[in-house]
Nanobody, 115 residues
């Protein structure tokens, strides 16, 4: 069974937009935060954006002003709106769910930004 499922990845041209979704199972209780990470080939996984249960948002400097993270608490779903995409945004994007006492990871969705 998949407890965390990402979707919405694909190919987009530089300057374009893409919206990623992450659906966490409603069987996961006490979610404190949901995050987006990404990992490009040959690089370490890095935090892109995070949103807490209370709606506090933080972003990596590289995506500030371009990406927006949002959450629908009622559906245990988090989104990443990617605007003005750049080739350096190309990576596998992973959703992380921070619950009390446990952390869950999705399997990732590929985002490719072309020139």
């Amino acid at each position: 069974v998949q407890l965390v499922v990402e979707s919405g990845g694909g190919l987009v041209q530089a300057g374009g937009s893409l919206r990623l979704s992450c659906a966490a199972s409603e069987t996961i209780l006490s979610i404190n935060a949901m995050d987006w990470y990404r990992q490009a080939p040959g690089k370490q996984r890095e935090l892109v954006a995070t949103i807490t249960r209370g709606g506090i948002r933080n972003y990596a400097d590289s995506v500030k002003g371009r990406f927006t993270i949002s959450r629908d608490n009622g559906k245990n779903t988090v989104y990443l709106q990617m605007n003005n995409a750049k080739p350096e945004d190309t990576a596998v994007y992973y959703c992380r769910v921070v619950a009390t006492g446990y952390i869950y990871w999705g399997q990732g969705t590929q985002v490719t930004v072309s020139l």
